[in-house]
Antibody
Framework: EVQLVESGGGLVQPGGSLRLSCAVS????????MSWVRQAPGKGLEWVAH????????SYVDSVKGRFTISRDDAKNSLSLQMNSLRAEDTAVYYC?????????WGQGTLVTVSS | EIVLTQSPATLSLSPGERATLSCRAS??????LAWYQQKPGRAPRLLIY???NRATGIPARFSGSGSGTDFTLTISSLEPEDFAFYYC????????????FGQGTEVEIK
């Protein structure tokens, strides 16, 4: 069974940093595009960042450009999201997900709370 | 930037009834249109991809249709477990690759 397990969430002050990780198993990780998607409390889904299978293309939603960095480590079957200069509006559950045209596998999410 | 508008925001129906959910794009999105189901506290689950293809394990009562700018998710006969939130999503046709979600439709028990 394919599993995606996020970690690294928590409470951070505005302006702080956090690094999220997503461990992937039972999937040929190196063959998959990966994304981060978030959901603020009581709100809808928002795509955040994407990386191609070879890491040659990365893209971000405008609101996180210059602050968030997506990366992957195929040797460890792991996806990461480095989040800097965090704002209150970044508070959300962050999901990692696989897919090219759509997202077919999802993790269970990790909660990031930005508050003083 | 393409915007996806879902309607209605809330659909109040009884088990056994037919549900019809709409997703309208501000510009043509080709066939990169997907539908997801999400229950409170759970991750989204892929239902439909490429507008009309059911994902693995999705019951036949779920169907998708449409092309260009107008898409529909139909649940032919609502089961108790179908009361949830539903989101449509599109992927950009050109680089850089981006995804956009609709704001969601809640299917609630009447």
């Amino acid at each position: 069974e394919v599993q995606l397990v996020e970690s690294g969430g928590g409470l951070v002050q505005p302006g702080g940093s956090l690094r999220l990780s997503c461990a992937v198993s039972e999937l040929t990780f190196s063959s998959y595009w990966m994304s981060w998607v978030r959901q603020a409390p009581g709100k809808g889904l928002e795509w955040v960042a994407h990386i191609t299978k070879d890491g040659s293309e990365k893209s971000y939603v405008d609101s996180v450009k210059g602050r968030f960095t997506i990366s992957r480590d195929d040797a460890k079957n792991s996806l990461s999201l480095q989040m800097n200069s965090l704002r209150a509006e970044d508070t959300a559950v962050y999901y990692c997900a696989t897919g090219v045209g759509y997202h077919d596998f999802w993790g269970q999410g990790t909660l990031v709370t930005v508050s003083s | 930037e393409i915007v996806l508008t879902q309607s209605p925001a809330t659909l109040s129906l009884s088990p056994g009834e037919r549900a019809t959910l709409s997703c309208r794009a501000s510009q043509s999105v080709g066939t990169y249109l997907a539908w997801y189901q999400q229950k409170p506290g759970r991750a989204p689950r892929l239902l439909i991809y490429a507008a009309s293809n059911r994902a693995t394990g999705i019951p036949a009562r779920f169907s998708g249709s449409g092309s260009g700018t107008d898409f529909t998710l139909t649940i032919s006969s609502l089961e108790p477990e179908d009361f949830a939130f539903y989101y449509c999503q599109r992927r950009s046709l050109w680089s850089p690759t981006t995804w956009t979600f609709g704001q969601g439709t809640e299917v609630e028990i009447k």
